[in-house]
């Protein structure tokens, strides 16, 4: 740990665990799901939060038909009647653009059967030293890091410099609405830190995803003389296995950086539905799935390449080169995004993490989408750094160790110090 000065040990000192652990557990109550009205009531939450801390603050009605129309809008999963936007900035010695943006998301994706959860997943409980609920890890608990880094600087009576902010966002889990709504308003800064569950790494780079929709044409007979038939059922696992074939491709040559992660470019089928009468030979599937864009490439030439593999594995089967799938993109598109090589962020950040107490945290990158490409397109060198493990995120058993919530939010003090001086 390298020497702190009176102001930075101020600051370390007055993260106060006791507050960050109230507010994680009022934000783990607000069951705010993509779409729902508690989307817009959890984002107000954060607004009065961020006033309460000293903070001016921009709120606005996200204008959904834009957000519909733009060519460089996201794409969106869900339906929304509305949507928010919070931005707080934190009073400064200097004005102008904030020299760093901590952005996090406050939607949460749905809790699914609620019978395999330990408890209710919107009854925010605390159990072997971490916070339990839908939402905590992913990524109410780094929102609320932000907040208590701000907190304790506020506390700690340091006057800043520059000026930081915190974009509280919504539709990261489907499409990044939030972030882009922001951005287009003209909220920048100079740096980012997204606190996303990184399992005590820094995350510098993320793949991409899309959504697609397959429709698999069979034809339809009585179960009797299934032989009359074809089944769209047996057809599509033709294809789901030549998209697994696929799917192998394109994990060859891999970033080093995703470490011994499996599939950093992964294609899952998340719905299948099929068929309208047990006795009937189903004449079509739809398959609604997912599909891992590389760091680095296009886009547009990711679709490409999965079009291209399409159609070769149609023309395989006599059948569906007579009638082959039809392929929709659908949804979010999720570009994939990086911090610029070398860029000083990475190691600004790695020693604050190592003099908040945790050690130097390695580099790495995930398979999942986020919001870093939106800023990382907008230029604002953006990187991830966050308490809580991804591998949790997304199921029943969703949780965040309350030393990683601290520890997150000590390091996000000391890089607030750091970036944006004192005066």
């Not at 930075?8 to 652990?21: G, K």
């Not at 009605?61 to 339906?79: F, I, S, W």
């Not at 709504?181 to 990184?198: K, M, S, Y």
């Not at 050690?359 to 919001?371: F, K, L, N, T």
Request: charged share 20%; proline share 7%; hydrophobic share 45%.
């Amino acid at each position: 740990m390298a020497d702190l000065s009176a102001a930075e040990a101020r600051v370390l000192s007055a993260v106060d665990e006791a507050w960050a652990i109230s507010r994680l557990r009022d934000l783990v109550a607000v069951p705010s799901v993509g779409g729902t009205p508690a989307e817009s009531e959890v984002q107000h939450l954060v607004g009065d939060w961020l006033e309460e801390l000293g903070c001016a603050v921009d709120r606005w009605e996200v204008d959904l038909a834009a957000a519909a129309t733009a060519p460089d809008a996201p794409g969106q999963e869900v339906e929304r009647s509305e949507a928010w936007g919070v931005v707080g900035t934190a009073c400064a010695a200097g004005e102008g653009t904030p020299a760093l943006v901590c952005s996090g998301h406050t939607d949460v994706v749905p809790a699914g059967d609620r019978t395999l959860w330990p408890a209710d997943p919107f009854d925010p409980r605390i159990a072997g030293g971490a916070v339990h609920g839908r939402g905590s890890c992913d990524m109410k608990a780094g929102v609320v890091a932000a907040l208590a880094a701000l907190a304790a600087v506020r506390t700690a009576g340091v006057r800043l410099a520059r000026p930081v902010a915190v974009h509280a966002v919504v539709g990261e889990e489907d499409g990044g609405l939030g972030a882009w709504a922001t951005l287009r308003r003209g909220h920048r800064g100079d740096v980012c830190v997204i606190p996303e569950p990184t399992a005590g790494a820094v995350v510098t780079a993320n793949a991409g995803a899309l959504t697609f929709r397959l429709e698999v044409p069979g034809h339809a007979a009585h179960a009797a003389h299934r032989d009359r038939g074809v089944s769209a059922i047996e057809l599509f696992a033709g294809v789901h296995a030549g998209l697994r074939a696929f799917e192998a491709e394109r994990q060859q040559g891999a970033d080093p950086r995703f470490g011994d992660a499996p599939y950093p470019y992964g294609i899952n089928i998340g719905q299948v539905r099929a068929g309208d009468w047990a006795s009937s030979v189903p004449d079509r599937l739809v398959a609604d799935g997912r599909y891992g864009v590389r760091l680095g490439e296009d886009v547009a030439e990711a679709r490409t390449a999965f079009e291209r593999r399409l159609a070769a594995i149609c023309a395989a089967d006599p059948w569906l080169a007579e009638h082959p799938v039809r392929l929709t993109w659908t949804g979010g598109a999720f570009a994939s995004g990086s911090l610029p090589e070398g860029h000083p962020l990475l190691p600004t950040v790695q020693r604050a993490v190592a003099d908040a107490g945790a050690g130097v945290p390695p580099e790495r990158a995930i398979p999942a989408g986020s919001d870093l490409r939106l800023y990382a397109a907008a230029g604002v060198p953006t990187l991830h750094y966050g308490p809580g493990d991804l591998h949790l995120a997304h199921g029943p058993l969703e949780r965040v160790p309350v030393d990683e919530l601290v520890t997150a939010a000590r390091a996000l003090a000391l890089l607030t110090l750091r970036t944006c001086g004192m005066a």
